[in-house]
Nanobody, 130 residues
Framework: QVNLVESGGGTVQPGGSLRLSCVTS????????MGWFRQAPGKEREGVAA???????YYADSVEGRFAISTDNAKKILYLDLNSLMPEDSGTYYC????????????????????????WGQGTQITVSS
């Protein structure tokens, strides 16, 4: 059984920082594309940051330069460092993983619905507010 468990959310003032973690278990030894998505109230879930199976990373334009995605491959943990946070960064943040990077990229570029990704976490909430 595969589990993705996010942690690290909370309430932070504008300009602050957080680090999210996604601890994975049950993933096979196959390489995965993994990423972070977020959903603000009343909005669709959107991709935030992703890392491909061989290490390439990419980000939503809205977070480029402020967020950084990384992995601890030995511990099978996915991280997201969030800096210079703004109120519009508030929402529920989800990690996701897929062993087929073609499918992951299709979801990232909205050519495929997000429900087709193999694995999702339950989410962690971030509120950016003064």
């Amino acid at each position: 059984q595969v589990n993705l468990v996010e942690s690290g959310g909370g309430t932070v003032q504008p300009g602050g920082s957080l680090r999210l973690s996604c601890v994975t278990s049950g993933l096979s030894d196959s390489k995965y594309c993994m990423g972070w998505f977020r959903q603000a109230p009343g909005k669709e879930r959107e991709g935030v940051a992703a890392v491909e199976d061989y290490g390439d990373t990419y980000y939503a334009d809205s977070v480029e330069g402020r967020f950084a995605i990384s992995t601890d491959n030995a511990k099978k943990i996915l991280y997201l460092d969030l800096n210079s946070l703004m109120p519009e960064d508030s929402g529920t943040y989800y990690c996701a993983a897929d062993s087929a990077c073609v499918r992951f990229r299709a979801v990232w570029t909205a050519q495929l619905d997000q429900r087709f990704l193999e694995h999702w976490g339950q989410g962690t909430q971030i509120t950016v507010s003064s």
